[in-house]
């Protein structure tokens, strides 16, 4: 699709017509199209380029520079989408016919996971050896007047922009030309913590193989796939301590690879691997804040990359090439052309890097997943990026896909998300939770008409559970002078209002109530009239676990003495007491977003040097004597979850190491599920935000201990919460802004996938409108008849 602000695709736009800097670039033409292109490195990505903007200007002077011979070349092969390869098609014919001369098709993915084979089809790859390749390029550009210069250095990029209009630095992940500006590039590198090399098998795999092997040493993965049709890329990818464990550290080239070969000897049926100069390596994420500076543009993995579990490398570069050289078309100057570029792929490779980010997280905890049901597993990997996902899935392969939902328990017809699911005595009639969400609509506390429509329309909406929002312990405990509380009587019955309307109007589904308090985020105006920012009158006093403030503008609080803690525990048990006989059916405690209890976990907030503060055992110690107070008011029947901030965003504060240390605590004190959200913790974070980005968090907590997790955090489909249900990645999912959105966007999911069960059911009063609605006719008569001129 096109980037949002972009007249269309590059491909159909063009169809239609480190050394030391020694100085500066020169600022960007103002005239138009560049003449005299220097490109630096003679990869796809360069090579591609030089050929499409020569074809659209034959008077162009190009000439690339290439440091290797011109048979050179690392990997084996190469794997391009059906969407890539139309952009070439539309581009330059002549380079896709002659790539497809050269292709292997396939469809499946066999992942091998304990000597047990799933198969997944209709998934369409194309391949071909990256030095063939690299040939049709070569001879390509050669046929267009491109000036190839191999095993020649380029010169200075600072020579470069001076000497000619335009300077592509294609120079890949190790770019001496991103390096030679960093501080305007101002690129961020990042090294994960698997090893991996290429290799070669000299036979075609029949499907993109994954194959998993659990050694004494720790969890190897190969990746395989066919890129001729008589040969495999192979790669071959483990921890970086398995790594040293089994001893490849010591190992020279050759006996790395027999030693790969060995242990995936049922994969290669035996047969031996090769190499080409390969090298165990660690994968670098490579993002820059600019792409372009004067005359000199990134382009490929010097501008970014993308891990290969989802083979992206060559497609992000040739696709570069292609919107480079439609900018350098339709802009009228070579600055508009360049910023043109930027906006238009900076976001597309923003998203490519985000899922690439996902996959290879995903194969760095791998251990994880191992216990899980064959197919369930197979479902997971395929999965693992968020791009493909549940629906995607069943049109791509309807047969695995309802296979895996079998292997889960779902009853014929029923999406994972309609599933119900049991928390001690608690029956939930699906997977939907209505996340908490301040309405800050409250007078002296007391919940009134707004939060009975407000709950009440979302619990006849067809969520499993509905949850209040944060309702504070005590007066001095709310964030704002609008927030809801349970510490009167008045409160408790103006409470009991909404939790009998919802069971008596929604029969089967159940409310929950947050208790909180605000800590040294309190006493600050109605989010719509500034979000954080402190009263101009009426303030009262704040508390919190060290008196540091929220924001430099904020009130400092004071610090809790022994003797208040011991009154907020007390206003924690009567409020939940309160809530109790308000007939509430879940009890959440909130230890998260810097509110008081979070403020007690986080190294950040917490700067106490008591019993109640430095280590992590400390820090947890007040938060636990609440949830233990709390739970023995509670009754026993009725569950009691905990809201956690898994990570606080930033530098010296809560990792996900030690969320699941605070998940651990609380789970062995009696909390019967973790809702693992993130940050909000200091104003100073800095949140990766991307699709069901603070997923990986809960997913992580549910398999290294076991416990049920509610997963939250920018998930917006009936997809994405089918999607990681069934991958096993959390138990139940909680949607906020969905659902203020569509208050009954859990019955519209049921209708849209055709669902009719016990998982979700209409109001009588609404039943009517249980289909979707009629609309007007888009679709035009088919044509039937072919006739002649």
Known sequence: MPTKGVRGSADMRLRRGARPATSNPQPPRTTGHSQRIAIIGGGPGGLYSAALLKRLDPAREITVWER???????????????????????????????????????????????????????????????????????????????????????????????????????????????????????????????RYIWLAADFAFDAFRFEIAETEHGVMQLHGYPYAADASTVIVEMREEVWRAAGFDELGEQESVERCAKIFSDALGGRPLRSNKSAWINFRTVVNERWSYGNVVLLGDAAHTAHFS??????????????????????????????????????????????????????????????QPPRQFAFNLLTRSRRVTHDNLRLRDTGFTESVEREFGCPPGTPPMFTPFRLRGLNLRNRVVVSPMDMYSSVQGVPGDFHLVHLGARALGGAGLVMTEMVCVSEEGRITPGCAGLYTGRQAEAWRRITEFVHSRSPGTAIGVQLGHSGRKGST??????????????????????????????????????????????????????????????????????????????????????????????????????????????????????????????????????????????????????DVSTGQVVAEEEPEYGRSYQTPFADRIRHELGIPVVAVGAI??????????????????????????????????????????????????YRAGSRPPQTGRTDAPKPRLTLES
């Open 68 to 194: 290797n011979a011109p048979d050179d070349t690392f990997g084996f092969g190469v794997v391009l989408s059906d969407e890539t390869l139309g952009g070439i098609e539309h581009a330059d014919p002549t380079v896709y016919e002659a790539l497809q001369k050269h292709f292997v098709r396939w469809d499946d993915i066999d992942i091998v996971h304990r000597n047990t084979r799933q198969t997944s089809g209709g998934h369409g790859f194309a391949a071909l050896g990256r030095k063939r390749l690299l040939e049709i390029l070569h001879e390509r550009c050669r046929n267009l007047g491109v000036e190839l210069r191999f095993r020649s250095e380029a010169p200075y990029p600072a020579w470069l922009s001076e000497a000619y209009d335009l300077v592509i630095a294609a120079d890949g992940v190790n770019s001496t030309t991103r390096e030679a500006y960093t501080h305007v590039f101002q690129p961020h590198v990042a090294t994960h913590h698997c």
């Open 310 to 371: 989802i083979g992206s490398g060559t497609k992000l570069a040739v696709e570069d090439a292609l919107a480079l050289a439609a900018c350098l078309e339709e802009q009228p100057t070579l600055a508009e052309a360049l910023t043109a570029y930027e906006t238009e792929r900076k976001p597309v490779v923003a998203s490519t890097q985000r899922a690439a980010r996902a996959s290879l997280e995903w194969f760095e905890n791998i251990a994880l997943y191992l216990r």
């Open 525 to 674: 105006k109605l989010m719509w009239e500034g979000m954080d920012e402190p009263l101009p009158d009426g303030n009262w006093p704040l508390v919190a676990a060290s008196p540091l403030p929220y924001k430099p503008e904020s009130q400092t609080p004071r610090q809790l003495s022994r003797a208040q803690l011991t009154d907020i525990r007390e206003q924690f048990t009567a409020a939940a007491w309160r809530a109790a006989r308000a007939g509430f059916d879940l009890l959440e405690l909130h230890c998260a977003h810097g509110y008081l209890l979070s403020g007690f976990l986080s190294p950040l907030t917490n700067r106490r040097t008591d019993a109640y503060g430095g280590s992590l055992e400390k820090r947890l110690r007040f938060p636990l004597e609440v949830f233990d107070a709390v739970r023995g008011v509670w009754p026993e029947e009725r569950p009691m979850t905990v809201r956690i901030s898994a990570t606080d965003w930033t530098e010296g504060g809560t990792t996900a190491e030690d969320a699941v240390e605070i998940a651990r605590a609380f789970a062995a004190h009696g909390a019967d599920a973790i």
């Open 716 to 765: 917006s489909s009936w997809d994405d919460v089918n999607s990681l249900i069934l991958a096993g990645r959390t138990d139940l999912c909680a949607l906020a802004r969905p659902h203020l959105y569509d208050p009954h966007w859990t019955l519209h999911a049921a209708a849209e996938q055709g669902y009719e069960g016990p998982g979700v059911v209409w109001p009588d009063q």
